[in-house]
């Protein structure tokens, strides 16, 4: 049934280009993201999508189909001079599917979309309802965005129905029995997101382009890992992980594309600061170099500089042992503490394209492929310190008749 | 905290949108001048499914979220 989502959307796709004529496009992606461990098994996730549009005059549909295949061990409790155990449960043997539809008008000088999405796995659920617009202006120099997001997500939990305190809490053994009724001793918890993301490029020179725009993101409800406990006080008390119900999430990025005629290339800068309401406030610098090479192959490299402070709450390991928590929340999350992140990587892409006067039905075939490697930085007695790199390979290739 | 959060965000939007909507008119660039601009190299919606695999690695490795910007690039090279 998961298979033939994506092949129905592709085949009503196809019939609707076949009416008149229209452009079409399929591609697909494989991305295998590996972080390995110094002490376990690390996390291997592979991540296949496939997208197919389609666009007849103003109008386009796009239908897309993703998985997660995660595997791999980790840090169940976060405690000092911890190990991973090896996880059979849910957390890192599962798979998540998602897919996507949805359909776009444009004009010449505006254009509008909206989407709905769908992602499960054995212990989450998410609906996505996505509209966005956007308008050109003045001569079409200038294009201001406005994309709007909106989740209506369920996490599986242990429903801790007899815990008589915060530090009775929990954490969830497995997703087995999630979602179901007869399941007494779990429980559904909602978590709602709306992000919100206006923009503004500037087609400044015939060689430059700029970008402008920002992020509000609003969180409500369960955030927590349901599977992790940490340990806090002297006394070794493991109950679940508790993050706050609310989280507010404020990005400005800027962008500067520029091109190099002379060497068939392109730079590509970019650079956004972020900060929430949980205290983590962070900088992130992207730069790519973009060339041609003979007609059809196409290469970069890229780096990127990621640094961040920790969440308000979060402490490592040793201090929730000796301190306690900061207040009624507790985290082990990797991802909520101070960390510094470097990636460089590089990717090469073969474009061929049918000679302008042929009657060619190929539009472009492009099949690519890129490696990124990731370093982390954590203090010590962070998250997932024996987890200290992590690389990206990925391949795919594009349609377009 | 959230509301001077959520009115400084409100000020950064304005800013935006004013940015584009102010009576200052740049040197325009035309039609016919891009050619640059057009391709792939220099488009911010090219490889949407590798940028979208990108993101998806880094928003859950990051406490950061968002910055990407949102769909087309403004190039009007049609």
Redesign the interface.
């Known amino acids: 049934v998961q298979l033939r989502i994506p092949a129905v959307a592709a085949l009503t796709l196809l019939a609707a280009a076949g009416q008149g004529r229209a452009d079409v496009e399929a591609a697909s992606h494989l991305t295998v993201f590996t972080e390995p461990s110094a002490q376990g098994r690390g996390i291997q996730v592979i991540h296949p999508q496939t997208e197919v549009a389609a666009t007849h005059g103003p109008v386009g549909l796009q239908a897309g189909y993703e998985l997660d295949i995660v595997s791999g061990a980790t840090t169940r409790v976060y405690r000092p001079g911890d190990v991973p155990d090896a996880v059979s449960g849910a957390t890192f043997s599962d798979v998540r599917h998602a897919a996507r539809a949805g359909a776009s008008f444009e004009t010449t000088t505006v254009a509008l979309t909206a989407g709905y999405s769908y992602g499960w796995e054995n212990d989450y659920r998410s609906h996505t309802l996505s509209v966005s617009a956007r308008g050109d202006f003045l001569e079409r120099n200038f294009t201001l965005g406005l994309a709007y997001t909106r989740n209506f997500d369920r996490v599986c939990d242990r429903a801790n129905d007899l815990a008589q305190s915060l530090l009775d809490l929990q954490p969830l053994g497995t997703s087995e029995g999630c979602f179901q009724a007869s399941g007494t001793e779990l429980t559904a918890r909602r978590l709602s997101i709306d992000t919100f993301e206006p923009s503004l490029s500037w087609t400044a020179t015939p060689l430059l382009m700029l970008s402008v725009g920002s992020t509000l993101q609003l969180l409500d409800g369960f955030q927590s890992n349901p599977y992790r406990a940490v340990r806090l006080g002297p006394e070794g008390r493991e109950p679940q992980e508790r993050l706050p119900q609310h989280r507010q999430r404020f990005a400005l990025f800027g962008r500067v594309h520029q091109a190099v005629p002379p060497l068939r290339a392109a730079a590509r800068l970019s650079a956004r600061l972020y900060r929430d309401t949980w205290d983590v406030a962070a900088a992130s610098a992207d730069a790519e170099w973009l060339q041609y090479f003979g007609s059809s192959l196409l290469a970069g490299v890229r780096g990127r500089y990621h640094r961040q402070s920790g969440a308000i709450f979060f402490r490592t390991a040793e201090d929730y042992r000796v301190r306690g928590p900061a207040g009624q929340y507790w985290t082990g999350d990797r991802e909520l503490a101070p960390l510094t992140n470097y990636l460089v990587g590089a990717r090469v892409a073969f474009v061929k394209r049918p000679p302008p006067e042929s009657r060619s039905w190929l539009g472009e075939l492009e099949i690519h492929a890129r490696a990124d490697f990731l370093f982390y930085r954590t203090e010590p007695g962070a998250p997932n310190s024996d987890r200290t790199r992590a690389q990206v390979i990925a391949a795919g290739a594009s349609l377009r008749f | ?2 509301i001077r ?2 009115r ?2 409100l000020v ?2 304005c800013l ?2 004013g ?2 909507c102010a009576r200052w ?7 016919h ?5 057009a ?4 488009r ?1 919606d090219s ?4 940028r ?3 993101q ?3 928003t ?17 090279c ?1």
Do not use: Y
């Open positions: 905290m959230k959060s959520v400084a965000w950064v939007v935006t949108a940015a584009g008119r740049p040197p325009l660039v035309r039609p001048q891009r050619v640059h601009l391709d792939r190299i220099m911010v490889d949407r499914l590798g979208a695999a990108d998806h690695v880094l859950t490795r990051e406490g950061a979220f968002g910055g990407n910007g949102t769909a087309g690039g403004g190039c009007g049609n």
